[in-house]
């Protein structure tokens, strides 16, 4: 069969542009099963189903680029809501932390998302709570998993945010039975397919009665904690649990740590992310190949949308702060309430401060995706449809950068697997480290190039300091 004549999931799935969120074994259990490959989730095709579905399964796919896309979901959501070309829909943007308790301390950033959860929970507004927490007796090593809470321990236990791969097919099968009403917690992709799900009726409406969504830079293999642990000399069959985002007291926010606990050992393990491997976003070690063709930061399916203040003036803070996007009256009225008596400290911040925070997402993900586009567009590769059009980068040095990009994202988990297979993992370090030190090598900049940075940054901060 021609790639033009297979169904279009075959084609997500043979060109890396399966997340893996298991959307399609919830839906369609009979035509797709999900699989750990590369360290990832994905979803694999079962052999042909003696019924075809009534609903096509590709437009339930986040990532196929049929059915509704973000832009069509939010106006269909919140048709009352400003619209924002960066951050989708919007009733209000805030930016800041929790006061209340210890959600801020225990919370990856401001602690803006266990604090809404615990109080969506106290005000009885949803019954239980669908988002990652450690995993509980699983046969496949896996760390972390989807799961429900139902109590604020619970949902307290699942703070963090878990750079992790995760799939949610079983969960969904289990809130999408009885009556109960749920809130879901999700990157944007996810949301996204709980939207279609719900839009199709194979999700009931209460099953993620609220959505939260997490601003999303890209997710990573289950290879990414694994190499981390080993730089802080802890194998893989010693890890007990992992810890992306430990606050450093003495750090801007921004150089939080890394912690792992060892099994049979009371104490973790904390190493600076400075320090570690795999500490730049950008570079994008262990991404999945899917992240680069995603065009969604700001969750712009969700109710609440929740991510680091990644700005000048809040940066400095190492007790962490949150940006924060409303699109529901809902949510909306719980937080107001809070900020009101306390519980939140929560200021107004224009969409351009919201979209400083992710400077460097959105511009990975806009002028970067276009660029990717255009790249599959000349090799005579599927490339989903996105809401931007196909143009390769203008200067070379952008295009060699996304292209890097690409291929460490492409390469690295394989690497690391083989590395593991021959038992030593310094060879997945000798494996890479030509493209990485090519990849460096393009970004660095040279002396004018960094001056200029430097005074548009100093400009940046004037300009942030002014803006509301
Ligand atoms: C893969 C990933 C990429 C991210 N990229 C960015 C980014 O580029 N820019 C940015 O500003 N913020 C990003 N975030 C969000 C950021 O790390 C914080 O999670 C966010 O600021 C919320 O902080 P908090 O203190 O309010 O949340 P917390 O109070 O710590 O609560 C976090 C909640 O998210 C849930 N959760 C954790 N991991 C996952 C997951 N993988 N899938 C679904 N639910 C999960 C937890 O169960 C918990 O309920 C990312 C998060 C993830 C998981
Ligand atoms: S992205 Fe989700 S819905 Fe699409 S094929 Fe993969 S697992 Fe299935
Ligand atoms: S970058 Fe996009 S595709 Fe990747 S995990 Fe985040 S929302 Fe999903």
């Known amino acids: 069969m021609s790639d033009c004549d297979k169904p279009l999931l075959d084609k997500v799935i043979e060109n890396r542009n399966c997340i893996g969120c298991g959307a399609c074994a919830f839906a369609f259990p009979e035509q797709f099963a999900m699989r750990a490959i590369h360290g990832s989730w994905q979803a694999q095709l079962l052999p042909a189903a003696a019924t075809e579905p009534d609903t096509a399964p590709e437009t339930i796919c986040p990532h196929s680029g049929a059915g509704l896309d973000e832009t069509e979901i939010g106006a269909r959501l919140y048709p009352q809501a400003k619209k924002d070309p960066r951050l989708g829909r919007y009733r209000s943007t805030l930016v800041g932390h929790v006061e209340e308790g210890g959600f801020r301390a225990g919370g990856s950033s401001g602690g803006m998302i266990t604090w809404l959860l615990a109080d969506l929970l106290e005000r009885g507004e949803v019954d239980g709570v669908v988002h990652v927490r450690p995993a509980m007796h699983r046969d496949d090593g896996l760390l972390f998993e989807y799961a429900i809470s139902t109590t ?70 289950k290879y990414f904690g694994e190499y981390l642990a080993w730089q802080a000399g802890v194998a893989e069959e010693e890890i007990e649990t992992l810890d992306f985002r430990h606050k450093l007291a003495d750090r801007p926010a921004s150089q939080y740590g890394f912690a792992v606990s060892q099994r049979g050992k009371d104490t973790p393990l904390v190493r600076p992310m400075q320090d570690l491997n795999g500490k730049d976003w950008g570079e994008g070690l262990f991404k999945n190949p899917a992240c680069e063709f995603c065009d969604d930061v700001f969750a712009e399916c969700a109710d609440i949308s929740v991510g680091d203040a990644w700005l000048p003036r809040h940066v400095d803070d190492p007790a962490g702060t949150n940006v924060v996007v409303i699109r529901d009256e809902v949510t909306a009225t719980l937080v107001q309430a809070a900020i009101e008596d306390g519980r939140l400290s929560f200021e107004e911040a224009s969409c351009d401060t919201l979209a400083l925070s992710q400077a460097a997402g959105l511009r990975h993900r806009r002028a970067g995706l276009s660029h990717r586009l255009a790249r599959r567009i000349e090799k005579g590769i599927w490339a989903p449809r996105k809401r931007v059009e196909p143009a390769l980068a203008k200067s070379p040095r952008r295009r060699l950068v996304y292209d890097y990009r690409l291929q460490i994202a492409e390469t690295g988990a394989a690497q690391f697997e083989a590395a593991k297979a021959a038992g030593d993992v310094r060879l997945f370090e000798q494996a890479m480290a030509g493209l990485l030190q090519d990849y460096r090598r393009t970004v660095r900049d040279n002396l004018p190039l960094r001056l200029a940075k430097k005074a548009w940054r100093f400009g940046r901060k004037l300009l942030h300091a002014a803006l509301p």
């Open 152 to 221: 604020v321990e619970q949902v307290q236990e699942g703070a963090k945010s878990r750079y992790y791969p995760i799939e949610m097919s079983g969960v969904l099968k289990l809130v999408n039975e009885g009556d109960k009403r749920f809130a879901f917690v999700g990157i944007p992709c996810f949301v996204k397919a709980v939207r279609q799900l719900q839009f199709a009726g194979l999700l009931r409406k209460d099953a993620a009665r609220i959505c939260v969504g997490l601003v999303c830079g890209h997710l990573k293999s």
